[in-house]
């Protein structure tokens, strides 16, 4: 029995991988007939503002962060073939993997395709990778593309 995901979600970041994955999870959406999410997630500037100074006023945190998501969104689908897909782009401010993961559970996923290697090196540094968090907590199988 062939399995024929109906729904899948992609992660982006802006980065060629995450390109790689959204291409990728688009031929897949392609040749089963699914539903493609294509969803960034941006995590707030937790202390950018400084040490001494104050935070943002919130209409400008979110215009800001409203920005960078749909500058991402707008770069990878222009870049993505998807003719003869279905497919729907929504913004997320969070955590990454665990935005994704709500997105899947939402949506009702089953099929989440992230790049290897997101964006943010220091991050990777810090607190792993987005795929490797990913593919530990989502409600789905993953698939992790290089």
Do not use: F
Not at 3 to 32: F, M, Y
Not at 92 to 97: D, K, R, T, V, Y
């Amino acid at each position: 029995m062939a399995w024929n995901p109906k729904t899948i979600v992609v992660g982006i970041d802006g980065s060629e991988q995450s390109a790689h994955a959204a291409q990728t999870a688009a031929d897949l959406a392609r040749k089963n007939g699914s539903l493609l999410h294509i969803v960034t997630v941006v995590r707030p500037p937790e202390g950018w503002w400084g040490i001494v100074g104050s935070p943002p006023p919130a209409d400008v945190l979110t215009s800001s962060m409203s920005e960078a998501q749909q500058s991402i969104l707008d770069g990878t689908v222009a870049q993505l073939d998807l003719d003869g897909v279905e497919w729907e782009a929504a913004e997320e401010i969070g955590e990454p993997a665990s935005a994704l993961g709500d997105v899947c559970r939402e949506r009702g996923a089953d099929l989440l395709v992230v790049g290897r290697r997101g964006a943010g090196l220091v991050e990777r540094l810090v607190m792993g990778s987005v795929a490797d968090r990913v593919a530990h907590y989502a409600p789905c199988p993953v698939l992790i593309v290089p």
